[in-house]
């Protein structure tokens, strides 16, 4: 039998040489140690099939013990007893290991999921991606179990979570979570099999969208007609000034409404998330940034002097050093949210006899009162940053129309104050 001290007097040689336990059983393999000629001494278990030997490396002495390989091989021996190839045996442990990691790889839960999804949004320049994921941890999580398998979920498991908007009123609100919900499922059932995930951690294993089979409620996506008269806006701006008694309003929320009209309808979400350093008041211009743009591409706004007043109000305000020009009220570094604006607008329509409006439709206001002003429809567009369909302006127009657009502005800009000056002196 093999011992520790002659194992360890053991010479290399020439050429790798076998030395082997010797016992008498016939048919159970038997343990050895492969000296080679650097000196490096390996357990092997030795055992013939069909007359030929077939050997399976143990680990290397001393970092083994004799009494651990003797272990190791014994176990060998008992599968042979039992009519079993070590060697097979061992390659369907192998494949058996391998199937149980990609088992437990494609755990993915969907709170995993909507974090991955949330990430590929940013990384595309994808907008309002942290706005989307608070509303599924608001209004999608307290209703499911987000450390569940993505890959486990049916549709069912988020009917009462899409319900619940939908029996309030709020259609619209419904599909926008099920359209997040579906893209991120889209996102992991795609996943798994893109190389550019190849690295990734967390796979998802996901078979099916579980979210298609929910349908969408088409009679709630209704097309805005809401725009605001003139008289409706006028009154509008001049209480954004004057109006305190019964309006409990922040200034910077007053100025954020004014300027979305002075700046031409753009998207309230897009002047929210405005830096200081996308304003050049040398040029008299705010860029708004292509991630932030919903074309995403940057887009050049001129700036009257009624909007750089607003500008200058604000930066005079700037008491936390805000990054935005119209920050959040607890938290200077994050841009004002748009439920601020939201909030303002009902609190306003609570101390007058408007008729309901919302942010979304400060930009038709524009676009139809600045035809009343006589700015033509192109140069309306263009204000507004419209993508234009034509082949020409999608891929070859480069030009920005600025002095074109600071024109329309200033058109808007007069009409506006003259009316303002109408009604503060009637």
């Not at 790889?105 to 940013?122: F, M, N, P, R, V």
């Not at 309003?249 to 405005?274: D, V």
Request: net charge positive.
């Amino acid at each position: 039998m093999l011992t520790v001290v002659e194992i360890t007097s053991l010479q290399a040689k020439k050429s790798a040489y076998y030395t082997w336990d010797k016992t008498a059983e016939r048919g159970k393999g038997r343990l050895g140690v492969k000296v080679t000629p650097k000196g490096t001494k390996t357990f092997t278990f030795r055992y013939f099939k069909n007359s030929n030997p077939s050997f399976i490396r143990i680990g290397t002495f001393p970092q083994i013990s004799l009494a651990k390989a003797r272990k190791v091989a014994e176990s060998y021996s008992n599968l042979l007893d039992s009519g079993t190839d070590p060697i097979e045996y061992l390659e369907q442990k192998e494949v058996e290991q391998k199937l149980l990691e990609r088992q437990l790889a494609q755990s993915g839960s969907l709170e995993q999921l909507i974090e991955a999804y949330t990430k590929d949004k940013k990384d595309r320049g994808k907008r309002n991606y942290k706005e989307d994921k608070r509303k599924i941890e608001r209004y999608i999580y307290p209703y499911i179990d987000p450390t569940r398998k993505a890959k486990d979920f049916e549709a069912t498991d988020f009917l009462e979570a899409l319900a619940i908007p939908i029996r309030e009123g709020h259609g619209p609100k419904s599909n926008k979570l099920r359209s997040f919900l579906h893209a991120a499922f889209e996102f992991g059932l795609k996943n798994d099999n893109n190389p550019a995930f190849t690295n990734t951690e967390v796979k998802f294993g996901i078979k099916y969208n579980p979210i298609a089979s929910i349908p969408k409620q088409t009679h709630a996506e209704k097309t805005g007609e809401r725009f605001l008269s003139l008289e409706e806006l006028i009154k509008l701006l001049h209480d954004m000034d004057h109006r305190y008694d019964d309006l409990n309003l922040a200034a910077a929320t007053r100025r954020f409404i004014k300027f979305c009209f002075y700046a031409g309808g753009q998207r309230p979400y897009e002047l929210a998330n405005t830096l200081w350093r996308d304003v050049n008041f040398t040029e008299r211009t705010l860029t708004i940034r292509p991630e932030v743009f919903k074309t995403g591409r940057a887009h050049d706004v001129p700036l009257t002097d009624t909007a750089l007043n607003i500008l200058a109000e604000c930066h005079k305000d700037n008491t936390f050093n805000s990054p935005y020009v119209f920050h959040k009220r607890t938290a200077p570094n994050e841009p004002m949210p748009t439920n601020t604006l939201a909030q303002a607008l009902l609190s306003y329509k609570k101390v007058t006899d408007i008729e309901n409006f919302i942010g979304r439709d400060f930009r038709r206001t524009f676009k139809t009162l600045g035809g009343l002003f006589k700015i033509s429809k192109e140069i309306r567009d263009r204000i507004q940053g419209h993508a234009i369909s034509d082949v020409s302006g999608r891929h070859y127009d480069r030009y920005q129309y600025l002095d074109e657009k600071r024109e329309g502005l200033e058109v808007w800009e007069k009409a506006l104050n003259q009316e303002l000056d109408k009604f503060q002196n009637d």
